[in-house]
């Protein structure tokens, strides 16, 4: 099994220590490699998101923790970036030129305008309540169109590029399983996640296996049932914890790792000295 992880906030952002809390972490557990990924800057101010100014400080902290511990572990520079519109994303130059070891692409807001401030976001990771006030108010209650405008979302922020790696895949159904009317089987759940698994394959990225809710509620994102899936159409995947506490940084990776085997995957894509490589899951 590999420890490594590659999203993971901090100080930063929303991440409740600072950087190098986690890494006396992950060596304290033996970790090979550890990726940094702070939410993105925004268009607008949030609590959970990194603000513009300090992006310098956080390149510069990063590094000097690269440097600092560089004989016990591989760290890695990277942000977790906001897919917003056609205006905000991945692919923009902003991001295209910051000097980033990998990017991870995510989808936490859908626009209900053009006009980008905190107010028009629906916000699909946040508390079931206002999840469902959302669906109520801009999707008339009905989960069907929420699920078709996150997975177009989702597959326009894949076709603009930019991203290594698409964080929380399926995202949409931690929140929406508990709607009425919600069906995996359905047609039209299955169509857009599956035309976003082909565009994924198509492109060639990475999807990670994101452990944040597995041990809390049995939670997987991709959901398990579909790695299967994904191991058919050779898709790379990884196992992430996505933690936000200093503690977390393993959790759900050994129950991760163990599925990922059961299912045929005898390989994860992994971060080594710089390059991906396809790494033996092990015994
Ligand atoms: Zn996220
Ligand atoms: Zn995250």
């Not at 800057?41 to 100014?53: A, C, R, Y």
């Amino acid at each position: 099994m590999q420890l490594s992880n590659y999203h993971s906030h901090c100080t930063f952002c929303d991440g409740r220590s600072t950087p190098e809390d986690f890494v006396k972490f992950a060596i304290s557990h033996g970790f090979r490699a550890y990726g940094f990924s702070s939410h993105s800057p925004l268009p607008f101010e949030t609590f959970w998101n990194m603000s513009k100014d300090d992006m310098p400080e956080y390149l510069a902290e990063i590094n000097r923790l690269k440097t600092k511990y560089s004989n016990r572990l591989e760290i890695y520079t990277a942000l977790e970036i906001d897919y917003l519109d056609e205006t905000y994303n991945p692919s923009i130059a902003y991001f295209r030129k910051l000097p980033l070891d990998y990017r991870i692409g995510s989808i936490h807001f859908l626009p209900i305008s053009e006009h980008l401030c905190e107010e028009n976001m629906v916000c699909i990771d946040g508390s079931f309540t206002d999840y469902k006030a959302s669906l109520d108010h801009y999707f008339e209650g009905d989960i069907r169109k929420l699920v078709a405008r996150y997975f177009d979302s989702t597959m326009k922020m894949i076709q603009a590029g930019g991203i290594d790696i698409v964080g929380h895949m399926d995202k949409i159904y931690m929140n929406g399983h508990k709607c009425e009317g919600f069906s995996f089987d359905a047609d039209w759940y299955q169509e857009p996640f599956r035309a976003t698994l082909d565009l994924i394959a198509e492109k060639g990225l990475m999807v990670e296996v994101n452990t944040k809710n597995l041990v809390k509620k049995q939670q997987l994102f991709p959901r398990k049932e579909y790695l299967g899936l994904l191991k058919e159409m050779n898709i790379p995947v990884m196992v992430n914890s996505d933690c936000h506490y200093p503690d977390l940084v393993n959790d759900g990776r050994e129950e991760a790792f163990k599925l990922l085997k059961e299912i045929g995957f005898t390989t994860t894509r992994e971060l080594v000295k710089g390059t991906w490589q396809d790494i033996p899951t092990g015994e």
